[in-house]
């Protein structure tokens, strides 16, 4: 079985890996990061409107993708596949899901805070909403 981790390096992303690493340490477990648009367009603001940001926020963004996998694949004794996406994190997590053969997700309960937590509400609460697949949620 192929299981989804949502992963952006917080703790509670960490705890969800691990939760799957024990609990399906035997099948395929699939890292997926979103590069989260909307995001970067709250903490951008004006910088958002310059020639080429968005082009440097995405290679940004894949750089610290390849870089939390570093490390997480570091954590686990086990091969990751690794996935980068773009799109806000609920709607990209549920359509990955759907378009890949993928048995379950386990998600952290919240992944970072600040700004952009407050203002996209609750990624874990909307994928255990719409996935059409079993979801975990770890604390």
């Known amino acids: 079985m192929r299981i989804v981790v949502p992963y952006d390096g917080s703790e509670q992303a960490r705890k969800a890996l691990d ?10 477990i ?20 310059l020639p080429g940001y968005w082009k440097e ?13 570093e490390e997480a694949q570091a954590r686990v004794d086990m091969d990751l596949e690794t996935e980068s996406v773009v799109g806000r994190p609920e709607r990209a997590i549920v359509e ?34 719409r996935s059409p697949v079993p979801v975990t949620v770890v604390r």
Do not use: M
């Open 96 to 129: 990955y899901v759907e378009e890949n053969d993928i048995g379950a997700v386990v998600i952290g309960s919240h992944g970072r805070s600040g700004v952009s937590r407050i203002l996209l509400g609750s990624v874990a609460e909307t994928v255990v909403r």
């Open 57 to 69: 926020w995405y290679e940004e963004a894949q750089a610290e993708a390849e870089q939390l996998f």
């Open 19 to 28: 939760h799957a690493v024990e609990r399906y340490g035997d099948g395929e």
């Open 30 to 49: 699939v890292l997926l990061y979103v590069q989260d648009f909307v995001a970067a367009g709250y903490e951008a603001s004006p910088g958002a409107a």
